[in-house]
T-cell receptor, first 116, second 111 residues
Framework: NAGVTQTPKFQVLKTGQSMTLQCAQD?????MSWYRQDPGMGLRLIHY???????DQGEVPNGYNVSRSTTEDFPLRLLSAAPSQTSVYFC???????????????FGQGTRLTVV | KQEVTQIPAALSVPEGENLVLNCSFT??????LQWFRQDPGKGLTSLLL?????REQTSGRLNASLDKSSGRSTLYIAASQPGDSATYLC??????????FGSGTQLTVLP
C-alpha cells in the first residue's frame, strides 16, 4: 500500500539551481496535483494534471514546470530556485467517483525544500 | 474564486471534551468537502469525505456535517484524546477537482 510517494523528503538548494521533485502513485488515479504549504498561507495549488499528457496551471505556477508522461508519475521541476520557493511541497492524487463528480484526494508525505 | 475559512485557528481543550471545528466556504457549487489531519512535519491524512448530496459522514469518534446552502461544514470530535492533537484542514472540491484549503485549526488536547 504505497499510495503517493514523494522524493526526496528534504532538499537544500542554492539560488539559481534547478531540481526535480518526484511524485509517484500506484492507485491508478488519473488526477494528480502539486501544492505548496507556507505558514499562514495554507496549501496552494501549483499545477495539476487530469491524465497522462494533460497538465494545467493552478494558483501559483510561476517558476515551476510539470509533465505527465505516465499515469503513475507527476514530477515537479524548479527551473531556477529562488528563496521565495522555500516551502513544503505536497503531491496528491485523486480518485474520481464515476457519475458523481466527487473526488477523494490522497497526499504524499511532502518534500521540505530550503533555498539559500 | 472559492475561499475557505477555518475558525478557530487554534484550540486547546482538556482530554475528554467534545469539540467542534468550523469550516466555511464562499462558493456553494462544490462537489464535495474533505477533512484532513496533519501531524507536525507530516503529510495530510484524509479523515472524512462528504459528498455534495450528503449532509454528514461519520468515522469512529469523528462526525462531519455539510450545509451547502449556508456554506458551512463542521467536524465534531467526541471524547477528545491527547492523540487527537494535530492540525485539522478542510478542503472544498470544485470544478476540475481542484481542492481549496482553509488555513487549518491547530488542536491541542491536554492530558
Amino acid at each position: 500500500n504505497a499510495g503517493v510517494t514523494q522524493t526526496p523528503k528534504f532538499q537544500v538548494l542554492k539560488t539559481g539551481q534547478s531540481m526535480t521533485l518526484q511524485c509517484a502513485q500506484d492507485m491508478n488515479h488519473e488526477y494528480m496535483s502539486w501544492y505548496r504549504q507556507d505558514p499562514g498561507m495554507g496549501l496552494r495549488l501549483i499545477h495539476y494534471s487530469v491524465g497522462a499528457g494533460i497538465t494545467d496551471q493552478g494558483e501559483v505556477p510561476n517558476g515551476y514546470n510539470v509533465s505527465r508522461s505516465t499515469t503513475e508519475d507527476f514530477p515537479l521541476r524548479l527551473l531556477s530556485a529562488a528563496p521565495s520557493q522555500t516551502s513544503v511541497y505536497f503531491c496528491a492524487s485523486s480518485y474520481y467517483y464515476p457519475g458523481q463528480g466527487n473526488t477523494e484526494a490522497f497526499f504524499g508525505q511532502g518534500t521540505r525544500l530550503t533555498v539559500v | 474564486k472559492q475561499e475557505v475559512t477555518q475558525i478557530p485557528a487554534a484550540l486547546s481543550v482538556p482530554e475528554g471534551e467534545n469539540l467542534v471545528l468550523n469550516c466555511s466556504f464562499t462558493d456553494s457549487a462544490i462537489y464535495n468537502l474533505q477533512w484532513f489531519r496533519q501531524d507536525p512535519g507530516k503529510g495530510l491524512t484524509s479523515l472524512l469525505l462528504i459528498q455534495s448530496s450528503q449532509r454528514e459522514q461519520t468515522s469512529g469518534r469523528l462526525n462531519a456535517s455539510l450545509d451547502k446552502s449556508s456554506g458551512r461544514s463542521t467536524l465534531y470530535i467526541a471524547a477528545s484524546q491527547p492523540g487527537d492533537s494535530a492540525t485539522y484542514l478542510c478542503a472544498a472540491v470544485g470544478s476540475a477537482r481542484q481542492l481549496t484549503f482553509g488555513s487549518g485549526t491547530q488542536l491541542t488536547v491536554l492530558p
